[in-house]
């Protein structure tokens, strides 16, 4: 098996190849071997505009406010339509939860875990159709705030 040089390889077994404004991406000779499915990616034609964009209300609940514990959870809309296809419009909802952490008297660190789930629904791309195109998201961070 050879190993290009000119390819720029991830963990998971793809590889990307750059030239000028262009890149091309694949997946390596193992995975292929590991698959034993077909695999197909559909991408849009190059100079296709594609929108996406998302609606969401997020409300945080502090159980006892002094402590710092909260909790998150979130409805949202979202849209992602190509040049010259229908598009599709579907929802989400996030859940999440956080401390708020004081530093000194104007400045907390917020360790936080989120979970975002999403859908669209069937997406229509180039010649052929997405079913079920879906988003989860799981988040662990930390946020700083200052008061």
Not at 55 to 61: H, K, M
Not at 77 to 82: L, N
Request: net charge negative; aromatic share 14%; glycine share 16%.
């Amino acid at each position: 098996m050879s190993v290009p040089a000119e390819l720029r390889y991830t963990p998971e077994h793809e590889w990307v190849s750059v030239e000028g404004t262009s890149a091309s991406v694949g997946i390596t000779e193992y995975a292929a071997q590991q698959l034993g499915d077909v695999v197909f990616v559909s991408l849009p034609a190059p100079g296709t505009t594609v929108t996406a964009g998302n609606v969401s209300f997020t409300a945080y609940f502090y159980p006892a406010p002094a402590n710092g514990f909260f909790l998150r959870g979130g409805l949202g809309f979202a849209d992602y339509k190509e040049e010259g296809s229908s598009g599709s419009t579907g929802f989400g909802f996030s859940l999440g939860m956080g401390y708020d952490v004081r530093v000194g008297t104007n400045f907390s660190l917020t360790p936080v875990a989120n979970f975002s789930w999403g859908s669209v629904g069937d997406v229509q791309s180039g010649p052929g159709t997405v079913p079920g195109a879906k988003e989860n998201v799981f988040q662990i961070g930390l946020g700083f705030t200052w008061h």
